[in-house]
């Protein structure tokens, strides 16, 4: 699976947007690239995907470059329990492959 | 959506004893549970993929004969922690894959163990 790139930790107002970059310039024509966040303590959790479309749910939106070599997660109205550690994850969809979780980008959500 | 269990969430041990972790798919039948571990501040490890009815495939590094897995059914993997030291300290996470699953993501994960070895 292609490595991604992410900022290390990110501060965000409440009530506003966070956007959250991540890099992954290697990243082949069957990989989808996936969000996980992790709140304190608890167990990833699945935000989004997508492959070359942005993409939106009732959690955030993705949007990712016409190259695909770069994506962002956003969240459109930031609340304090947003704060957590996000993970943009790219793997091939398909198959029982595990997912790499890399360092992540902390992000706090400033009341 | 799915959900994944896992049973203890948290867990303390005197050293040299053993633990079992039970990781459950609660509303799907899971072929596939990969079993991560996480340090403070670290981000999760890959520890060992379970395959129902299988032996596990362990990552470089991970010892199979302290780290027992077991994929009786396709709706519980256990992982038991054999001779526990403090070093085996740790949070434990647990992920299942749901193959009928279709538009989310295909992996669902547990809440985690947190073990701490006296």
């Known amino acids: 699976d292609a490595k991604t790139t992410q900022p290390t930790s990110m501060d965000c107002a409440e009530g506003r947007a966070a956007n959250l970059p991540c890099n992954h310039s290697t990243i082949s024509g069957n990989e989808y690239v996936y969000w996980y966040r992790q709140i304190h303590s608890q167990g990833p959790q699945y935000i989004i995907h997508g492959l070359k479309n942005n993409e939106t749910n009732e959690m955030a939106s993705l949007i990712i470059t016409e190259d695909r070599k770069s994506s962002t997660l956003i969240l459109p109205h930031a609340t304090l329990r947003d704060t957590a550690v996000y993970y943009c994850?790219?793997?091939?969809?398909?198959?029982?492959?595990?997912?790499?979780f890399g360092t992540g980008t902390r992000l706090t959500v400033i009341p | 959506g799915a959900v994944v269990s896992q049973h203890p969430s948290w867990v303390i041990c005197k050293s040299g004893t053993s633990v079992k972790i039970e990781c459950r798919s609660l509303?799907?039948?899971?072929?596939?549970m990969f079993w991560y571990r996480q340090f403070p501040k670290q981000s999760l490890m890959l520890m060992a993929t379970?395959?129902?009815?299988?032996?596990?495939?362990?990552e470089q590094g991970v010892e199979k004969d302290k780290f027992l897995i077991n994929h009786a059914s396709l709706t519980l993997s256990t992982l038991t922690v054999t001779s526990a030291h403090p070093e085996d300290s740790s949070f434990y996470i647990c992920s299942a894959r749901d193959p009928g699953a279709s538009g989310r993501d295909e992996q669902f994960f547990g809440p985690g163990t947190r073990l701490t070895v006296l």
């Open positions: 379970s395959n129902e009815g299988s032996k596990a495939t362990y």
């Open positions: 994850i790219v793997r091939v969809r398909a198959g029982a492959n595990n997912l790499f």
């Open positions: 509303d799907f039948q899971a072929t596939t």
